[in-house]
């Protein structure tokens, strides 16, 4: 924390981390990105989206934050009550957890994990355990199949998300979120450096590979047969309302912002420009400055991403779920393995 | 032992070992009612599913959560009174109902409409067919997952609903057929603005045709799925696009001879060798163009003249029984009239489409999976209110 010239201690440091953190980036980003969302969703289908909560429908989301934590809170008779309130806190956990490896800036982060990207792949998958839960803890036939559906889903479409990200890995040499955004903005891409090398470039099949399972890890359209509200109701939510029913859908929204931020942290070169726009040779070298810089790039990264996931969503009718998984085992993983194989063989020869 | 033999035992033998392969892996059944509240039935249908985990066993829907007993009711009703209720039966088009029991009244009294009245009533035919049709290619998107397509269809059937309201007075329930013509003449700048309004639904039928059909996961999810060939199709008493999209070329307003427009207009009747949802689907879809098609002909061929015959101040039909049956929107829909030469019907039967179309679905759901319960039940397209009357 040498930039900011006040000595703090370590737990100051961290408290000051979360909450500035949870309070200038996650709670306003989650605002816009919901505001953006939803009017780009408007536009697309010819109508104007929510306009009556705030100027041009700002304060939506409060409205409706406030609308749910009215409701009661009800559990169906035959529901096992314990498990069926915990699941979407699970939910939750999972998204936050995984916020924790992204990084902002230079010293704009959470923590800064030696093998950041592995406890973020291995976070995402809690979540499969708390649909699992909700939809088995809810005593209904319809979360049944949603959960079990979703718990199949969410496991195969991991498999192809892990194998995308190893791409990254072998090219920058490092799991460390931190350590793949100074490769993505040091080294060059056939000696061409104005540009760094966005891994988006070298690795493009690994970032389609790894939005398409992101797409399937948030079960959104075309992958959103666990939810599927025309044929289950509202899958694995059909029995929650009010505040836990608003755990899942905020938990939805942020695991899509989280998603998009460790892709643009893994392909698009996270918080940094690329360093020889201004002379930096190495992270030491980064200023202050770009802590409060850094944020803002990777919102506009991040709302680039959510938006292409979200006009997927709009877009498209969903797989059944023995398409999708076919999808998943004969055409992504093998993809998947086979742009590693390649990754490695050309970070050898070259 | 002949070949013939053999193969009859190697048969025999292979149906046992699935047999005992079925009983060591048969697992719980679990029994699925969709509906009567469910998102996919718009409307109060219930489907029964007896499920083996995403797969159903057994279907058999259960109707009459909506019967409003408008056989009965109509008894009470004079003939002028009885058109409120009936276009209330499929009330994405209504126009199209009140048609056929008037052309039975008609039939009965022996007179005719007036031939600009005759015009007129098919081209408003076949607005409540583009109406309710293009609903349905909206929905179709929805049904899958695809929630961009319903808000178009909204869109663009609100141009078509201003054009029945303008002539009518009645955006959802015109009330406007007459016995021996029509209420009233079409309003000034009318058909300038029908006009128009059929080329933005020939735009929004390419629009649906390149957001959908051309969709490579629509594709999967309706093509091969739910087929229905000719031979049952005809057995369940399927009619209108479920029928024709399983090849079979039958159409009303072409097979039939009825004082209505349609034989002025220069049409196609499309039919499809497939019979899965698909197919059904895209027949609707061209049935949608074609009725554009018609109506912007027969906007240049309305005759001059009235719009009502001569008939007496009270109407009271002559004993007797008539039939009349018409292509409806969602398929045959007709109606057995018996008067006794009172001021109402003695009896009338209502031969609504929707009711025989899913009587296909114990036969058509058997094997399939869940999610494509909902295609092919979106596919198969029924009004709740056609099906319970």
């Not at chain 1, 090219?171 to 100074?182: K, R, W």
């Not at chain 1, 802590?291 to 969503?313: A, Y």
């Not at chain 2, 066993?57 to 019967?67: D, T």
Request: aromatic share 12%; proline share 5%; net charge negative.
């Amino acid at each position: 924390m040498g930039a900011l010239a006040i000595e703090v201690p370590y737990w100051g440091q961290s408290l000051l981390r979360v909450l500035g953190g949870v309070v200038a980036v996650l709670l306003p980003a989650g605002a816009i990105v919901y505001l953006f969302l939803f009017k780009m969703m408007s536009f697309m289908q010819s109508r104007l989206g929510p306009m009556e909560a705030g100027p041009y429908g700002s304060l939506q989301l409060v409205a409706e934050v406030g609308k749910w934590m009215q409701k009661e809170d009800l559990a169906p008779d035959h529901a096992d009550r314990s498990i069926f309130r915990i699941a979407p806190l699970v939910v939750l956990t999972s998204t936050f957890l995984l916020v924790v490896i992204v990084p902002f800036g230079p010293e704009a982060y959470f923590t800064n994990f030696a093998t950041g990207i592995f406890f973020g792949l291995a976070v995402a998958s809690v979540s499969v355990i708390g649909i699992l839960v909700a939809g088995w803890a809810s005593a209904n036939k319809y979360s049944l199949l949603g959960g079990l559906r979703a718990a199949g889903q969410l496991i195969a479409y991991e498999l192809p998300m892990v194998l995308a990200v190893i791409g990254v890995v072998i090219q920058a040499g490092s799991m460390n979120m931190q350590q793949i955004v100074v490769v993505q903005n040091t080294e060059s891409i056939f000696g061409i450096d104005w540009l760094g090398n966005p891994f988006i470039i070298t690795q493009f099949v690994g970032f389609l590979i790894f939005m398409i399972a992101v797409q399937a890890e948030l079960t959104q359209a075309p992958f959103d047969m666990p939810i599927a509200e025309s044929e289950l109701v509202s899958g694995y939510m059909t029995e929650y309302s009010g505040f836990r029913f608003l755990i899942f859908f905020i938990a939805e929204f942020a695991t899509a912002g989280v998603f998009a931020f460790i892709a643009s942290v893994l392909f698009l070169g996270g918080w940094a420009v690329p360093f020889s726009w201004f002379g930096w040779d190495s992270l030491a070298d980064v200023p202050g400055w770009m802590n409060l810089v850094g944020p803002l790039i990777m919102f506009s990264k991040m709302l680039l991403l959510t938006f292409v996931i979200m006009w997927v969503r709009f877009s498209y009718p969903r797989f059944r779920e023995d398409q999708l998984q076919t999808f998943a085992w004969k055409i992504l993983i093998p993809l998947a393995l086979a742009n590693t194989a390649i990754t490695a063989i050309m970070t050898v020869v070259f | 032992m002949t070949v013939t033999d053999r193969q009859q035992l190697s048969y025999i033998a292979s149906q046992a070992a699935d047999a005992r392969l079925n009983v060591e892996l048969e697992t719980e059944g679990m029994t699925l009612n969709i509906g009567p509240q469910h998102p996919a039935t718009h409307g109060t249908l219930r489907i029964i599913c007896r499920l083996d985990g995403e797969q159903v066993v057994w279907a058999e829907p259960s109707c009459g959560y909506m019967h409003r007993g408008y056989e009965k009711l109509t008894e009470v009703r004079t003939f002028p009174q009885v058109t409120t209720l009936i276009n209330r039966i499929d009330w994405l088009g209504s126009f199209a109902n009140e048609v056929p029991f008037i052309l039975a009244a008609e039939k009965l009294m022996e007179i005719e409409a007036p031939p600009r009245a005759q015009v007129i009533r098919t081209i408003l035919f076949e607005l409540s067919r583009i109406a309710n049709v293009s609903l349905f290619l909206g929905d179709l998107g929805v049904q899958m997952g695809a929630i961009t397509p319903v808000f178009l269809a909204f869109r663009d059937r609100e141009y078509v609903l201003n054009l029945i309201e303008g002539a009518t007075g009645g955006r959802f329930h015109p009330n406007f057929d007459r016995i021996g013509g029509l209420k009233d003449d079409l309003p000034k700048g009318w058909i300038d603005e029908t006009r128009q309004v059929m080329r933005k639904l020939q735009q929004f039928c390419d629009t649906i045709e390149d957001l959908l059909f051309g969709n490579e996961i629509f594709q999967s999810r309706t093509r091969g799925v739910g087929v229905i060939p000719a031979d049952t199709a005809r057995q369940y008493g399927l009619s209108g696009a479920n029928l024709r999209a399983s090849g079979v070329d039958w159409d009303l307003r072409r097979d039939q001879a009825l004082p209505m427009a349609w034989d002025k207009a220069d049409w196609k009747v499309w039919t499809h060798p497939d019979g899965d949802s698909f197919a059904r689907c895209w027949v609707r879809l061209q049935e949608t163009r074609e009725a554009c098609k018609i109506v912007e002909q027969l906007l240049d061929q309305i005759p001059a003249g009235p719009v009502m015959t001569k008939v007496p101040r009270i109407i009271k039909v002559p004993e007797g029984e008539a039939w009349v049956s018409t292509e409806n929107p969602l398929g045959e829909m007709g109606y057995y009239v018996v008067s006794k030469g009172d001021l109402g019907p003695f009896r009338v039967k209502i031969r609504s489409a929707s009711f025989n179309n899913i009587s296909v679905v114990p036969w058509v759901l058997r094997g399939v999976y869940v999610p494509d319960v909902i295609t092919i039940l979106a596919s198969l397209y029924f009004i709740l209110g056609d099906i319970d009357r």
